[in-house]
């Protein structure tokens, strides 16, 4: 890496969705091979629960309910660019069970919305998600949330 290159920072906002033993994932328009948790990109000025409401009635066009901040993961995404990403858990998982009317103004931006279960073999982005899906902790109750992930 060369010293002239500026390197900045990323903070993103995800939502994660349970109902019923299923999690709500997205896969985006960038011809990625993995799923992730909805959300995105603060804008500057911006609080974090403010950005965490906007991207997701941006994507489904359904207002969040917003409860605890269960993860922050913190990870270099290129050599000059770290990225910081919020985990929200959202409280009305109800308000999303049809996938065929999730329509916001930028659901043009992702590729597919699936509800996965247990035992669906996907990819999943930070890995540690879907592990503590599998196991029935992403949402557990506990004094040491936010759970920070680095990897």
Not at 70 to 88: A, C
């Amino acid at each position: 890496m060369k010293n002239t290159e500026e390197k900045k920072f990323a903070v993103r906002c995800r939502a994660v969705i349970v109902h019923e033993g299923k999690l709500l994932v997205v896969k985006h328009n960038h011809g990625l091979d993995f799923y992730a948790l909805p959300g995105g990109h603060m804008e500057w000025g911006e609080n974090i629960e403010d950005a965490m409401k906007r991207e997701i009635f941006e994507e489904f066009g359904i207002e969040p309910q917003i409860g605890r901040l269960l993860y922050i993961h913190n990870f270099i995404e290129k050599e000059t660019k770290q990225s910081i990403e919020f985990f929200f858990e959202i409280t009305n998982s109800r308000d999303y069970l049809d996938i065929k009317k999730l329509k916001g103004t930028h659901s043009h931006e992702l590729s597919e919305i699936r509800w996965i279960n247990l035992h669906d073999d996907i990819k999943l982005l930070p890995p540690q998600i879907l592990s503590n899906f599998k196991s029935n902790s992403l949402l557990s109750i506990s004094k040491n949330y936010p759970k920070f992930l680095n990897f």
